[in-house]
């Protein structure tokens, strides 16, 4: 049978959803995936390897599997013989390093013959037409996912074209005096890595960053939160999702300590500029919003869909309302799925948004 499924996207968002549709019954040949890269990690490894990552900041249902259960806390109890990922993952406190993470990709990427439907190519449109959607030159598919992952890496323009910039997510050593723009996560990262490299750290920033676990607010996991956030007026929800972009990192001592102690030193201070410092790193994450994505962003224009802020307007299952009906679905996974399900770029966010898929992929009776 000829592939009648596409998913425009190699990356997490992707191999998560390819996973899901493999566990539900689809073969390889039924399913062709569009990215620039077939390691389903190869955007996301480098970046994790320029911040010097060292552990998942994801809790148990962190992985790529298109089931819950077992996870990675499961398999490395098994391969360790030791209970305590199991313990800590019944607690909301399993992380798994990265090294174990890329190891379960590796494996489930050969275990699901992802390659076979990995096409290598860059899709710059797609198109309603009367049998699904044209996807590029590829060809016409019933029901297609977009899981085209951050649109880019995010500079201050006031920093264009200074030598000494480099982004968090490029490789990079540390000069002897750093000064780390941003407040988020990888900023904090940052922080303990040049200290550890004996630079001194100069933190600009222009607000105090929130401490907290998880990026979206564990109530927004569950289905009674997600209850109130689908209630919400459009501006509403825009705003929830403008606060959870907010930079934030995890609470406690493995954080504060190294940083209080470099204080003390002399070694680390807040700043609102970067004056004076050898080089800058930009912890700035991505570029946010479809309109920086030029294919949604031509989705969008040409087919006249809703959005709100940075947002396009989902149905609460991740599909796109004026282009999914009982025939065709279109849908969107990782960043671009955020209106539906605010941690959507988590790794449990691209579960939920490939179920849904997935569910209705199976539901037509010729898929």
Known sequence: ?????????????????????????????????????????????????????????????????????????????ARRRDPAPLVLSVLDRYRPTVGEFLRHVAELRDRSRWDESVVLARIERIAAVEEGFEVGRHGVFRHVLVATGHPGLALPDELAGDPRVVHAYEPHEYAARVGVVGAGMAAATEWLNALAAGSGVVSVRRREPARRPLNVARPFFTKRGLAGFYAAPRSRRAELLRAFGEPSYPPGRAWDAPVEAAAREGRFRVAPDVDGVAQIICATGFRAGFRHDPLLARLVE???????????????????????D??????????????????????????????????????????
């Open 1 to 77: 049978m000829s592939a009648r499924v596409a998913i425009v996207g190699s990356g997490l968002g992707g191999f998560v959803a390819y996973t899901t549709l493999r566990h539900a019954g689809l073969r390889p040949e039924e399913i062709m995936v569009f990215g620039s890269d077939a390691d389903p990690a190869g955007a996301w490894r480098p970046r994790a390897a320029a911040i010097r990552q060292r552990r998942m900041r994801s809790e148990s249902d962190g992985h790529c599997a298109p089931t819950s259960f077992p996870g990675l806390a499961v398999r490395e109890a």
């Open 302 to 324: 040409e087919h006249g869909l809703e959005s709100e802020d940075r947002w396009i307007v989902l149905a609460d299952d991740s599909t796109v309302p004026a282009l999914t």
């Open 326 to 367: 009982g025939t065709r679905t279109l849908a969107l996974a990782g960043v671009p799925g955020q209106w539906a399900y605010p941690a959507a770029d988590t790794l449990v966010g691209m579960k939920v948004a490939a179920r849904r898929f997935s569910r209705r992929v199976v539901s037509w009776p010729t898929r």
